[in-house]
């Protein structure tokens, strides 16, 4: 381990981006509950219903198969892309979307309607943001302030003490000086797109659990399936900013359905 490893200061354009992927994961949730809960009188509860099955099914029960299925196949799996792919996608469109389902049937029973289910997938989606990229975030502007102050150094020094930890310290601190000020901006639109996919899974379970038609669940799981499936592998193929657009799009095209739907269903309000 060396002590006169030279670590480049965090370019302005960096922290800028940094912070501007910051706002748009944590503030467009909360921009849109308020929007959502103004313009349609959704409960708030659904926000926060959204959000507590997005952590048990996703964070929790997901995760416990990863390590179970990817603990025992080894590289089998990981080491190839387009199986990590077709499992990674399947995996989290059955557990998410199935979360979803149970939510809206046991939690929301009283208060299910589509203005509630669009509430549930800002939650849903919301909290995904706020766990995923903005702590990330996060994390990153306290890396680039701690290089830019000349702190660099003393985190290395107390990381030194276990190699690993050391080279694990060292790759996040240049990780962050060293990419490209517009990358850090792909974070915040992936944000985008994920959250106008999980507002409009959000209805399509919304519609399995209120007209008793299981298609639309499997239909939600299909299309969850089948973007994240195509992000990883094509992931290995494409620049990042051109699979940020296309996903971009493809969630948009998804949403613009779904409104669609939304805007021509004609039921009472809960």
Known sequence: MSDQVMIPNVPMASIIAIAVSLVVSVGLPIVLCILVYRKTKARISGFFIGAAAFVLFARVLE????????????????GNTWLYALYGGLAAGIFEETGRYLAM????????????A???GVGHGGIEAILLAGLACVNNLVIAVMINSGQAPMLLSVSGVNES????????????????S???YMVGLERISAIIFHISASYLVYLAVSRKKPL??????????????????????LPVLLLEVLLLLGSAV???VIWRMYRKEQVPTA
Do not use: E
Request: hydrophobic letters at 55%; charged letters at 10%.
């Open 254 to 256: 998804f949403g613009f």
């Open 216 to 237: 639309y669940y499997l239909l939600a799981i299909l299309v969850h399936f089948l973007m994240d499936a195509a992000v990883v592998a094509a992931g290995r193929y």
């Open 105 to 116: 049937k046991l939690c929301m029973k009283k208060s299910l309607n589509k203005q509630n």
């Open 182 to 184: 517009w990358l850090f």
């Open 118 to 120: 669009i509430m549930y």
């Open 63 to 78: 995760q416990i198969l990863h390590a179970l299925v990817l603990g025992a196949a080894g590289t089998a799996i990981t």
């Open 165 to 180: 930890v050391y080279q694990q310290a060292l790759g996040q601190l240049m990780a962050v000086a060293t990419t490209p």
